[in-house]
């Protein structure tokens, strides 16, 4: 097994390894760590069947279940509760998958649940010629440098996840009564790594608890350019055989545009987190008072 890192922000390449196969304690060890080393990891040329996929995302957990919508009743549904089938295919007028169509913005994996996802496993079957690349960012080099007067403003705050992508009401404001959210820490403490990330996202972060609206609204699209900055990025361009597994903890994603006439489909399998989440402390303000 080699570590090959694809950025200095975050990301590396595990070559050596063919995952149609039984992985060894050692190596189960061994990826672990360096997953929790470079928080996105990157299998090339892996022919997983859904059983392949399923025994390498056990190795680190339960398999979270997928909430699709009621309209999906094909493949997608065929392959059972824990599988998301991300695609923009359709079949006869309906898709066989979620997240179909376009760029998206930001975000980490089911930040609106009160115990979200740790891990997001996605498997590549049909890839366009162009576009549908992943970008991702590294959210503990985000929060470690954030300004201290920020930090002083968010340390021990909540931000308020929305399921609905920014749906809003006719207020213009979310749902709290009858919407699918939940408070997370801003600054969120990794239960293995020690580490505190910046857990916010712009696709899904709504607004800081405790802040006037202006304000919170004003510092969210501070964090959120700030978050996006190209050195804590690396894009990953997909081929098909690509297994590419990140850390929901500490990172967050955006997807490229592609041309909607060419068919795109990955498998997803999600891993359940064993642990709370933990407020952390803003990296350095700590040393920055004293």
Same mark, same amino acid.
């Given at each position: 097994m080699e570590v090959v890192p694809l950025s200095d922000a975050i990301g590396a390449e595990i070559r050596g390894l063919d995952l149609t196969q039984p992985l060894d304690e050692g190596t189960v060890v061994a990826v672990r760590q360096a997953w929790n080393d470079h928080i996105v990891l990157v299998f090339r040329d892996q022919d997983l069947d859904l059983e392949s996929h399923n025994r390498f995302a056990e190795y680190f957990g339960e398999v979270g279940k997928?909430?699709?919508?009621?309209? %999906?009743? &094909?493949?997608? *549904?065929?392959?059972?509760? &824990?599988?998301?089938?991300?695609?923009?295919?359709?079949? &006869? $007028?309906?898709? %066989?998958? #979620?997240l179909p169509d376009g760029e998206m913005m930001f975000h980490s994996d089911t930040p609106y649940r009160e115990n979200p996802d740790k891990y997001t496993t996605l498997y590549a079957m049909e890839i366009p010629s @162009? !576009?549908?690349? @992943?970008?991702? $960012?590294?959210c503990y080099l985000a929060a470690e440098t954030l300004s201290e007067d920020v930090k002083q403003k968010l340390a021990g705050?909540? *931000?308020?996840?929305?399921?609905?992508? !920014? *749906?809003? @009401?006719?207020?213009?404001?979310? +749902?709290? +009564? &009858? $919407?699918?959210?939940?408070?997370?820490?801003?600054?969120?403490?990794?239960p293995e790594t020690g580490r505190t990330a910046?857990?916010?996202?712009? =696709?899904?972060?709504?607004? %800081?608890? !405790?802040?006037?609206? +202006?304000? #919170?609204?004003? %510092?969210?699209?501070?964090?959120?350019?700030?978050?996006?900055?190209?050195?804590? =990025?690396h894009e990953h361009v997909w081929r098909p055989g690509d297994l590419v597994i990140w850390d929901n903890r500490c990172s967050i994603h955006a997807r490229t545009d592609f041309p909607e006439t060419e068919r795109r489909k990955l498998r997803r399998l999600t891993i359940v987190d064993e642990n709370p989440v933990m407020m952390g402390e803003p990296p350095g303000l700590e040393v920055a008072a004293q």
């Open positions: 997928h909430m699709r919508p009621k309209s %999906i009743r &094909n493949e997608s *549904a065929e392959l059972g509760p &824990n599988v998301m089938l991300v695609s923009n295919i359709r079949e &006869n $007028g309906k898709p %066989i998958g #979620s @162009t !576009g549908g690349n @992943t970008i991702f $960012g590294n705050r909540k *931000a308020v996840h929305v399921f609905e992508y !920014g *749906a809003v @009401t006719k207020s213009g404001k979310f +749902d709290r +009564d &009858n $919407g699918r959210w939940w408070a997370q820490p801003v600054f969120r403490k990794h910046l857990y916010v996202s712009e =696709l899904m972060t709504e607004e %800081i608890e !405790g802040l006037p609206e +202006d304000e #919170s609204r004003e %510092i969210l699209e501070l964090l959120f350019e700030h978050q996006s900055q190209q050195k804590f =990025l």
